[in-house]
């Protein structure tokens, strides 16, 4: 089965490429690899939440930020359809490096990126085994809670 369908399969829709909020491209291309600039979790333009990661009155909870950086990964996979023409040309996901902007008692980031690695296992099965690091960080652009690039290999 082709990646395409089984977004489909899966009733998931790329989003439009989000825009760089500053001096950048969304994604670039080099040899047989695409990096994607950090994707934030935009829905229709606008962050779903912001703020920072933890369990506390006014932070973000761990679950909505997995579901955030869920959603993040579908802007990274849009703006690598967008190089590629289709995902169907991924030969495998190479490396996914994640960032929570996380309460200094969360530890719980792995989790948070989660994810965004659950999901390209679940689009791209064996070829969505990646390496991955999972950072807590003080503060986010716009303040947003998660943020993820993306590395792919394509032919």
Known sequence: ?????????????????????????????????????????????????????????????????????RTAVLNALAAVRAELGSLDRVTRVVKLVGFVASDPAFSGQPGVINGASELLGEIFGDAGRHARSAVGVAVLPLDAPVELELVVEFA
Do not use: C, W
Request: proline share 10%; glycine share 12%.
């Open 1 to 69: 089965m082709s990646f395409e369908a089984r977004l489909n399969e899966l009733g998931i829709q790329l989003p439009d490429v989000a825009p760089p909020v500053a001096a950048y491209v969304p994604a670039v291309v080099t040899g047989s690899h695409v990096y994607t600039s950090g994707q934030l979790p935009f829905v229709s333009g606008a962050l779903p939440a912001t703020g920072k990661v933890g369990d506390g009155h006014g932070l973000v909870p761990a679950d909505d930020a997995k579901s955030y950086a």
